[in-house]
């Protein structure tokens, strides 16, 4: 299985600039398409979907929200972090069966 | 309005069996692959497994294939999820998911809650 590492928890001051990790084991980009997705999670609620095929937006996600990498890297882009975005985010691979999720990075406010 | 209802969840004993269901509507629903996640309490997301759009393609997570059976029933709008063997380790919020392309989820239910106690 193709195992995603993100570190457990980041801590940003609102206004500021977020930027959480996702490495894969293994490369999960396929010729052009770098098969990575990005979703949030609040307490208590399902995930949404923030960001598709690694740098896509989700339809109905703020432009502050965006993503970057390829291959093994990935990036989650939080910018600026308002007060709202105070969650926990998980990359998902789904270049290879089984799809998997990374632990988590539970922002927090500094 | 795309909206994933599960139902089925609740307490069941060890080594029962329970089936999920989840009812979708505002889509076409025979059009997506459609996709189980789980999440132990205080846990990360745990992918289950999917299924096409006509269910001649089922992948699994590994450790659970031998337990979970997912099905649909594309004329009831319905994805399904049975499973047997129940034991303590199963406890979570199970959610029901489409995925639209690239095997991602765009859409989620709110999850049912399934406890495995004696």
């Known amino acids: 299985d193709i195992v995603l590492t993100q570190s457990p928890a980041l801590a940003v001051s609102l206004g500021q600039r977020a930027t959480i990790s996702c490495r894969a084991s293994?490369?999960?980009?396929?010729?052009?398409?770098?098969?990575m997705h990005w979703y949030q999670q609040k307490p208590g609620q399902q995930p949404k979907l923030l960001i598709y095929r690694a740098s896509n937006l989700a339809s109905g996600i703020p432009a502050r929200f965006s993503g970057s990498g390829s291959g093994t890297d990935f990036t989650l882009t939080i910018n600026p972090v308002q007060a709202d975005d105070i969650a926990t985010y998980y990359c998902?691979?789904?270049?290879?069966?089984?799809?998997?999720f990374g632990a988590g990075t539970k922002l927090e406010l500094k | 309005e795309v909206k994933l209802v599960e139902s089925g969840g609740g307490l069941v004993q060890p080594g029962r069996s329970l089936k999920l269901s989840c009812a979708a509507s505002g889509f076409s629903f025979n059009d997506y692959w459609m996709g189980w996640v789980r999440q132990a309490p205080g846990k990360g997301l745990e992918w289950i497994g999917e299924i096409n759009q006509d269910s001649s393609t089922i992948n699994y997570t590994p450790s659970l294939k031998d337990k979970f059976t997912i099905s649909r029933d594309n004329a009831q709008n319905t994805l399904y999820l049975q499973m047997s063997k129940l034991g303590s380790e199963d406890t979570a919020i199970y959610y029901c998911?489409?995925?639209?392309?690239?095997?991602?989820?765009?859409?989620w239910g709110q999850g049912v809650m399934v406890t495995v106690s004696s």
């Open positions: 293994q490369s999960v980009s396929i010729s052009r398409y770098n098969l």
């Open positions: 998902q691979q789904s270049r290879e069966s089984p799809n998997t």
């Open positions: 998911a489409r995925a639209p392309g690239f095997y991602y989820f765009d859409y």
